[in-house]
């Protein structure tokens, strides 16, 4: 059977429109349309072309839906996991990744923020934690003192003496049978002055310097030799895993609060305050950079997603199936007549 003049005209397009999106053509086209875009765009306001309305209404559809459900929590977990088997293989050392220099220098700027510092330091010393951990040094190193002294150590009456002294404060009304621990809550009741003078001198060492690069060299010269294997033993899997099954129940909190809107609004808002009147085209300036290196950006990343045999075989058969209804209505047949 003779083909029609409406097949033949069908095919012609379907190859017309094939060409366009082949290896050779596919960069080229992506990257026209991006900029025709653009051109067009450049003189309209941000808010014209993408109102406050419909931003708002779907931003707060957006966080209605947005929740961690079982299954995204699953997916999580599973590229946690992955991540942390890729960790067991890899025993790069961190000194390979970043230099000294590079490390002290991230760190100096970090200590320099002093409003944030300030905070940080005094969040830590006036923690329960902190005056815990410095009661049990304290204790640790007094215990220490009393193991290693000369006059002690290798000394059996002084060491018996001092197991007796222990069994009879073990054995003191209120004690418990724990002497350790009495006495380590008691130096932490005692502390404040003593955490004042640590905030103190902290924040002295920080704010002169003269200590800072012999302790940031400290910290590389330890964190630079682990390597990346070793990684997961100072943020163990379980622990990270742990904090992620809480974390579905602490975002449907803050959401139920209406935390996470009043948040989501206030960015929305404050974007379209700043934002809102200007032209896409001042908007690319004010931000530093051209169409054409938005066009080469996009063009690239997509090119690799969409240089594809098999995508382009199913983009042919639905450029037939939504062109064919066209080249076969009887409004063609009646023009080619």
Do not use: C
Request: aromatic share 10%; no cysteine; charged share 30%.
């Amino acid at each position: 059977m003779a083909e029609s003049m409406n097949e033949k005209l069908l095919e012609l397009h379907i190859d017309y429109e094939m060409s366009l999106v082949s290896s050779e053509n596919l960069k080229e086209t992506i990257k026209k349309e991006i900029i025709s875009y653009l051109d067009w765009a450049k003189d309209k306001n941000f808010s014209t072309l993408f109102p406050k309305e419909k931003a708002e209404s779907r931003l707060k559809d957006i966080i209605h839906r947005a929740t961690l459900n079982e299954k995204a929590l699953n997916l999580l977990k599973k590229a946690i996991s992955a991540g942390y088997n890729f960790l067991d293989k890899d025993n790069t050392k961190l000194n390979e990744l970043i230099n000294r220099e590079d490390f002290i220098s991230s760190a100096n700027t970090t200590i320099g923020l002093r409003n944030a510092r300030e905070k940080i330091i005094q969040f830590i010393v006036n923690s329960s934690a902190y005056s815990r951990m410095m009661s049990s040094i304290i204790y640790a190193a007094i215990k220490d003192f009393l193991a290693e002294n000369p006059i002690t150590k290798n000394n059996p009456v002084a060491s018996s003496f001092m197991k007796m002294g222990a069994d009879f404060l073990n054995n003191l009304p209120g004690m418990q049978g724990n002497f350790d621990a009495t006495i380590t809550d008691f130096l932490r009741n005692n502390l404040s002055g003593r955490i004042q003078q640590s905030e103190k001198l902290i924040r002295e060492e920080l704010e002169t310097g003269k200590n800072t690069e012999e302790l940031l060299t400290e910290i590389w010269n330890f964190l630079g030799t682990i390597p990346l294997s070793e990684i997961k033993n100072l943020l163990p899997e379980k622990e990270v895993i742990s904090f992620l099954e809480k974390t579905p129940a602490f975002w449907e909190f803050l959401k139920s609060k209406g935390f996470v809107e009043k948040v989501a609004f206030h960015q929305l808002n404050e974007f379209y305050l700043y934002f809102g009147e200007k032209s896409i085209g001042s908007i690319l300036e004010e931000i530093g950079i051209s169409k054409e290196e938005i066009a080469d950006g996009l063009s690239e990343g997509m090119f690799i997603y969409l240089d594809n045999q098999d995508l382009r075989e199913y983009y042919r058969s639905r450029v037939k199936e939504r062109l064919s209804g066209f080249y076969m209505s009887s409004k063609v047949q009646n023009l080619i007549k």
